[in-house]
């Protein structure tokens, strides 16, 4: 279940870069989008949590039969983490990306963007958070390589120094708020974390709007249309999505199976915007998906050796101790892309 929710997230989050451009054409700018993706995304999750106080509890007996051994939190120290994930890293990291976007192409601002599984993973091995096996190296390499092909196989790209940093800084923002994200994600109820995540993020850039005098809400229906998918589709659901499955998989697993994100943006492209899949751009694709085939193969194959009469969720242990077979970003994070 855990790579299914992060296929699921990374889905949401390549349909963003889509709901975007419509949403350009439809009047909106940059720092308004970004404003009220979030504002809308806190507002709907509040709504949830009010409708559904059941979704309020973290899940109970999650390592039954394993000893916990990450350090304790107290309560506000994990709501205080939970809101600056969103207030300083994802409102940090959008914020950088978008920034980013107006000095260069799209195209190598996501292959410099999507560095950060490698960073991920090796943070995590340094951190000793997971062990990095043969079979997940080869899958690493494989989405790597395969991201690289589809966002490449387009053709020439500008380069702009101060671009090309501002796109590595939001890369390292993504790999912080995703090892940071592990350390609660354990601890909340994904709507809870989701919903404390995007008001810290929705409180930093409504500061900064005071600061530089306002929003401009002057667009029409269609702009709103498109806000609200990026609220729904590519933010909450998207998030929630990525929380559930970075707490069953771990943030390697979780990064590596992100990168099926440039997939879905480029086959959306294709298929909304009349932009065309070269066969590099296929080909590339089919590497992405390898890396999930192979990591999916581990869970299933580990899933029957050990428990072969348990539950699926009961036989996953988090990765924090045991890496594939388990059960982290983008949280994340983002879990979560800009």
Known sequence: MGPALCLLSAAGFGAMAIFGKLAYDAGVSPSTL??????????????????????????SGQHRGEADSRPAMTRRRVLATAIGLGAIGYATQASLFFTALELMDASLLALILYTYPVLVTVAAVLLGRDRLTPRRGAALVAASGGTLLVLLGAGGVSFHPLGALLAFASAITYTLYILVADTVVHRLAPVVLSALVMTGAAGTLGARALL?????????????FWLACIAVVSTVVAMLAFFAGLKRTGPSTAAILSTFEPVVTAALAALVLGETLTPVQLAGGALVLSSVAVLQLRRTR????AQPLEAPDRAHPKSRQVPEPVGGGRAEPTAVAP
Do not use: I
């Not at 970004?34 to 899940?59: I, K």
């Open 302 to 305: 580990s899933r029957t050796a």
């Open 34 to 59: 970004l404003l009220v993706r979030f504002t809308l995304a806190a507002a709907l999750l509040g709504t949830v949590l009010l409708l559904r106080p059941g979704l309020r509890r973290a899940e």
């Open 212 to 224: 530089t005098g306002g929003v401009d809400l002057d667009f029409g229906a269609s702009g709103w």
